[in-house]
């Protein structure tokens, strides 16, 4: 016999059972057990202790009903608990993860993930001149760096020579200063280039200082087929986010196209192209934008090759991608997933790829600069560990992690070895590495990949639509987009809706830490350098390798023949002039009278 | 219509560097705090600065400088405001600014100077308690 107390309590749980949080089932379709969970130990939990949101309670943090909201980084709205019933019914890992090194590619490219080989441990310095910048190289390799990423000045990056009067103030001050391939030559001093990678950040001016490295190695004796490293040579990115851009867009545009022949033919392993998100994040888009805009600039690089009449097979294995580390460490893993898997279809389904390197998305990783705090710097260390561990979790193949001061200068000697030293803890200690995709079946990672991958393939049709992305880029399209994303997240973090440590919440009084200082003696012996290098080198034969690639310049291009390149690709040109001691900025002067320049309106 | 009491402010980006966040949230917060703002687009020099300055008949000029430029660049800026007695003009230059560049460019007549992680709300107050008052006006 059951009591009337049994009774009453039934009839309690019943009453409660109407009062469910709507959100469990609004949508989705749990199965019975969640339900039942829901309903009683959930709905008893919400009663005694309703969720506070992390941040201010307002904007951002409610929902529509006045109740607690959870976003990412990049606002999306994020579920109490992932089940099964947040993955579509169809879901299986055959279906939609495939195994690592088979396609799609979610859970890796490589069979083995770490267990062959570790992520390229790859920091990313320059300052001053090529002689201080040369032995900062030779303390970060002996610090236990695999890799070496060159951080070029401002004037370098906009096509400038130290002694341009656009140039003052500005040498080595972001950067190293690189005029010509006597610097480049230091810059390499005692580092073999045959053993040694080299990334080289440099975007519209890639083809010349590619081109000095090209003949400093030459110089080594190194075999250009044996060489690797990759070039930014990213210009898409420049227009939409990081604007250090010289020539008008389709010309731009052929210079890479010229990078990826001579690639193809003369320098097999080397990345002519780091497909870059990582400056689209700094600006300020959302990790979806990042990785939507990115993988667009990829497709559009292909489409333009293939334009030229270059084979998609031919080029496609060198391209490479670059993504950011931002804090919202989930949301970041599920990225990179959803690049992989998005990259594959797009090189087999869109382009035809026949080749499985082709198919294949291999990227590079830098932290956040952007989350870095000015304010108690030392505490980035911990933010930098936790976005470098959503890159390895990710499955990068190379990393960067940021210093610590890096919010107030460029780093110190000290800051940028612990930041080395925090990648090497995650490799050597934390365990990570031992196997492959840990995160792969949870729930939750799997549901934001597919939301990445569905919120990536939004934009892909938008920016289809719109003709291609110089098209849009034209229309000032990604460049709105991001600024208005960028401003909200500005608004939430002033309404503390997002909590920056040290900058909005726990806030003390301090003072200014020991930062690197670079004067201004760089560019004064910068210029004595290009006044004396003028003096000594065949200045006649400098003007004859100009005017050459003036001439080459002005032709159009079409697909080089039997392993040659065209007739009109710039490369080689680039290269005689280089050899002859022509400086960055009267090669790419050269080729702003061939293409003019290009100026965008000032969206806000 | 301009609104003769709403502040005018130029937001301007000098030198090489093409990193315009900063420049353009700023620019955004300052039009929805109420105030006017012309923002100049990337690597103005100072001359175009204090051209569109004059023209604009601003009240503030904001400078967004992360390169590390500024020694060379706000001066300039400065000198040629005199040159053109333009003193009622408020000066202020927001970006990574090493503090021990902080006397020299107040020396030559920055009134602000705003570092990493200042809140946009700080630099509207800024402007609003700053803010010369505009000459008799007929």
Not at chain 1, 143 to 161: I, Q
Not at chain 1, 176 to 192: H, R, Y
Not at chain 1, 406 to 414: Q, S, V, W, Y
Request: hydrophobic share 40%; aromatic share 8%; charged share 25%.
């Amino acid at each position: 016999m059951r009591s009337s107390k049994w009774r009453k309590r039934r009839a309690l749980r019943c009453t409660r059972q109407r009062k469910s949080p709507r959100d469990v089932t609004q949508g989705r379709h749990p199965t019975a057990a969640e339900r039942r969970w829901a309903e009683t130990t959930l709905t008893r939990a919400l009663e005694q202790h309703p969720e506070k949101p992390i941040g201010a309670p307002t904007g951002i943090n409610l929902d529509e009903h006045g109740e607690a909201r959870f976003t990412t980084l990049s606002g999306r709205p994020i579920r109490r608990l992932y089940t099964r019933a947040d993955l579509p019914e169809d879901w299986s890992e055959e279906k939609y993860l495939g195994y690592p090194g088979q396609a799609p590619y979610t859970r890796g490219i490589h069979p083995t993930g770490y267990r062959g080989k570790l992520w390229t441990m790859r920091q990313f310095s320059g300052f001053a001149s090529p002689e201080e910048t040369n032995e900062r190289y030779q303390y970060l390799l002996a610090s236990g760096s695999h890799g070496l990423s060159v951080a070029f000045d401002l004037p370098t990056l906009m096509g400038y020579d130290s002694d341009h009067a656009f140039a003052e103030g500005e040498v080595g001050k972001c950067g190293v200063a690189i005029d010509s391939l006597e610097d480049m030559e230091i810059l390499f001093q005692g580092i073999d280039l045959e053993k040694i990678t080299v990334s080289m950040t440099i975007n519209s001016p890639a083809s010349v200082l590619w081109a000095m490295y090209l003949a400093v190695a030459e110089k080594q004796g190194a075999d250009w087929k044996k060489i690797s490293g990759t070039l930014q040579n990213d210009i898409l990115k420049e227009y939409i986010a990081q604007k250090e851009y010289i020539y008008p867009p389709a010309e731009s545009m052929r210079l890479v196209v010229d990078t990826f022949e001579f690639g193809s033919r003369y320098t097999p392993r080397f990345n002519t192209i780091s497909i870059s998100g990582y400056h689209i994040r700094e600006a300020g888009s959302t990790a979806m934008q990042e990785l939507a805009f990115t993988l667009y600039d990829g497709v559009e690089y292909v489409e333009w090759a293939r334009k030229r009449g270059l084979d998609v097979d031919e080029f496609a294995p060198r391209l490479s991608f670059f993504f950011n580390a931002h804090n919202d460490f989930f949301e970041e893993i599920a990225k990179y997933r959803a690049a992989r898997k998005i990259w594959y279809h797009v090189m087999k389904d869109r382009f035809g790829a026949k080749n499985e390197r082709s198919w294949l998305l291999r990227f590079h990783t830098q932290t956040a600069g952007v989350s870095l705090t000015a304010q108690q710097p030392i505490i980035n260390i911990a933010r930098v560990a936790i976005q470098a561990l959503a890159g390895v979790l990710g499955g990068t193949q190379s990393l960067h992690t940021d210093s610590y001061d890096e919010a107030l200068a460029l780093p110190t000697a000290e800051a940028a070895r612990t930041a080395l030293r925090t990648q090497q803890i995650i490799a050597y200690e934390s365990g990570v590495a031992n196997t492959i995709d840990p995160l792969g079946g949870s729930y939750f990672v799997e549901h934001q990949t597919l939301e990445m991958e569905q919120a990536a393939l939004k934009y892909f049709a938008q920016l289809d639509a719109m003709g291609g992305m110089v098209k849009a880029i034209e229309h000032g399209f990604p460049q709105k987009e991001i600024a208005e994303a960028s401003y909200q997240y500005q608004r939430a973090a002033e309404a503390r809706e997002k909590v920056t440590v040290a900058a909005n919440e726990f806030v003390i009084e301090e003072e200014s830490p020991q930062t690197l200082y670079i004067g201004d003696a760089v560019g004064k012996r910068q210029c004595e350098k290009l006044k004396s290098l003028r003096h000594r080198r065949d200045n006649h034969a400098v003007r004859k390798a100009l005017d050459a690639l003036k001439h080459a310049a002005a032709m159009t291009p079409t697909a080089g023949t039997g392993g040659q390149v065209s007739e009109a690709n710039t490369m080689p040109f680039i290269l005689e002039a280089v050899k002859a001691y022509a400086t960055v900025g009267e090669i790419c002067q050269a080729l702003r009278e061939v293409y003019g320049t290009y100026e965008e309106s000032a969206f806000t | 219509m301009a609104n003769e009491n709403r502040i005018r402010v130029l937001v301007a980006k000098p030198g090489l560097d093409g990193h315009d966040r900063g420049a353009k949230v700023i620019a955004r917060a300052l039009r929805d705090a109420g105030m006017e703002v012309i923002y100049t687009g990337l690597r103005q020099t100072a001359d175009m600065i204090v051209n569109a300055a004059l023209q604009e008949d601003v009240d503030v000029i904001g400078l967004s400088i992360l390169s590390g430029a500024h020694n060379a660049i706000v001066p300039r800026v400065t000198e040629l405001m005199k040159q053109q007695k333009m003193d009622d003009v408020l000066v202020l230059v927001g970006g990574i600014i090493p503090d021990q560049d902080i006397p020299a460019l107040k020396a030559a007549g920055v009134s602000g100077i705003f570092q990493p992680g200042t809140s946009m709300d700080t630099i509207v107050q800024f402007i609003r308690e700053n803010v010369k008052p505009r000459g008799v006006t007929a």
